[in-house]
């Protein structure tokens, strides 16, 4: 996957991609699967945005089905399952545990029936899923169960209950693994190439103005040309609406912040749990969630006008989440320095606001500018990771009626990730730790294989050629420094922030330091891997 500016400029396309978030990505490479010729430009780099912003979970529709939404649990438990299916190496399956007591919304009796509801529901949940990817029913806890798998978080309940969802191992390769998918169908991408202006002819939208974002000061500057365009621009989705149709306000603002926080892990929590929260008066569930060694918690959602522009302004944001958390769960005696990462992202309403849902996640709007007179232009504004995938093939199904275009039809949610390994990834690992792995460690090889799937041998290929690739770059973490060249040939890594954030785990986990950060930037000023 290089980055070839000039093939952008050079060519016609069917479709251009203005995002490399989860639904760019998804909406490039089901485009591309289906015959459109694709081009991607994302103005930073991918995954650089909201798709950062998450508490890594694979929703299956339980909160929906609070509501008796039955149709919306339906859609979040089919997507679970496309996402087991298609990518089992970066998804994998999660137990929740809600404490009951007493009566009403508490009760164990509402919980039971809940959880009978949500097996009926989600009745074919494993189909086609792997076996060590498949969700089990869900179950009622007694009090010393639940207790053990969260001590000294529910002494006050008399029991519980455990289900299942689903939970990404890393929301960043996600997205490099779906690009570099649409990349192999076809489709041309690029990183920090910003589109800045409209491509008009005759009165009709053409495509857009691109400047590469790593260029000379002014930065040089060339047209992309295609005959749809789907804005999937996150945050900025509605700047770049007004942009292309040149009119204001085609598209609504996110007007909504939502954030997770990220603390040190504990050994004894063996399940994600949900607590009870009281947010200014407001009764609420917050989910605390096991991942890679630290723990999540999330979501806080507060009116916002616009994403903070520095740390100072996110600060009263954090500083109002942490004592929300420190109240719901005043056994972690939690404070604002327990806290090593703040995950903080724009959103289209917070829950609870005039014209918001009350549960669940905000919904998504496809915007047709048909209706304004640009029919060459789609928004996509609000979409969650869970459903991406299904916001793409509407997308796409939008795009091949509009353009004229016979396409094949969508396989994106039974047609696996090219990096999926094949059978069961669990025997995938069990393979790679009992062959010849060149000296690395346990952990170093199942993070690796975990992370690149079938790429996997690739990596090994490189560490069995250098063996000083198979070093750590951080105590603590299974980060080596075949990934930092890997990353630098293969996945259009331009910057040290590209290496650090989303082409390995070191900043999404914690764990850069001085020391990882001097050896990122060392191979990235590398002569051999010099962009």
């Not at 990817?133 to 009090?143: D, K, V």
């Amino acid at each position: 996957m290089q980055r070839d500016l000039p093939a952008l400029a050079g060519s016609q396309f069917d479709l251009l991609v203005i995002g490399g978030g989860i639904v760019g990505a998804c909406v490039a490479r089901d485009a591309a699967l289906r015959g459109l010729r694709v081009a991607l430009v994302e103005r930073g780099d991918f995954a650089g945005g909201i798709s950062w912003n998450s508490l890594k979970i694979v929703h299956g529709g339980l909160r929906s089905l609070q509501v008796l939404d039955i149709a919306q649990a339906r859609h979040f438990v089919r997507e679970r399952r496309a996402w087991l299916t298609i990518a089992p190496h970066l998804v994998e399956p999660l137990s929740f545990a809600v404490p009951t007591r007493g009566f009403g919304r508490e009760s164990a009796m509402l919980m039971r029936a809940g959880l009978a509801l949500n097996d009926l529901v989600s009745a074919n949940r494993n189909e086609g899923v792997v076996a060590s990817r498949r969700l089990p029913a869900g179950r009622a806890l007694a009090r010393d169960e639940l207790r053990t798998l969260a001590p000294g978080v529910f002494d006050r309940y008399t029991g519980g209950a455990l289900f299942h969802d689903a939970q990404l191992y890393s929301a960043e390769r996600l997205v490099i693994a779906l690009i570099e998918d649409a990349v192999r169908a076809g489709a041309i991408v690029a990183n920090y190439s910003e589109a800045i202006g409209a491509v008009n002819e005759d009165g009709r939208l053409t495509g857009a103005v691109v400047r590469d974002a790593l260029g000379r000061e002014s930065g040089e500057r060339f047209d992309v040309r295609a005959r749809m365009i789907v804005n999937a621009a996150g945050a900025g989705a509605a700047r770049v609406a007004d942009m292309l149709t040149g009119r204001e306000g085609v598209a609504s603002s996110m007007k909504g912040i939502a954030l997770n926080l990220m603390l040190a892990g504990d050994e004894r929590v063996q399940t994600a749990f949900a607590l009870t929260s009281n947010d200014e008066g407001r009764l609420r569930r917050l989910f605390v969630v096991p991942w890679r060694g630290r723990t999540l918690v999330g979501t806080a959602h507060y009116p916002c006008e616009q994403m903070p522009a520095s740390s100072a302004e996110l600060e009263p944001y954090v500083e109002r989440f942490v004592r929300e958390v420190a109240a719901a769960w005043p056994t972690r005696a939690l404070s604002r320095e327990s806290i090593l990462l703040v995950h903080a992202g724009m959103q289209p309403l917070p829950h609870g606001a005039p014209g918001a849902k009350t549960h669940g996640p905000p919904e998504h709007t496809i915007i047709d500018h048909a209706n304004n007179g640009t029919p060459q232009l789609l928004t996509a504004t609000g979409p969650k990771l869970t459903t991406s995938r299904a916001i793409a093939e509407e997308l796409v199904d939008l795009v091949s009626a509009r353009s004229g275009r016979t396409t094949r039809p969508c396989e994106t949610a039974t047609k696996p990730l090219a990096s999926t390994p094949p059978g069961d990834v669990a025997i995938a690992v069990a393979r790679a730790l009992a062959a010849d792995r060149a000296g690395m460690p346990d952990d170093v090889v199942t993070h690796l294989v975990r992370s690149y799937g079938a790429g996997y041998d690739a990596l090994l290929a490189m560490v069995r050629e250098q063996p000083e690739l198979g070093a750590r770059i951080e105590e603590g973490s299974p980060v080596v420094a075949a990934q930092l060249a890997y990353a630098l040939d293969n996945e259009m890594a331009m910057t040290p922030d590209d290496l650090i954030e989303r082409r390995t785990e070191l900043g999404p986990t914690a764990r850069a330091t001085h020391r990882s950060r001097e050896a990122v930037r060392a191979a990235t000023d590398a002569p051999e891997h010099k962009r």
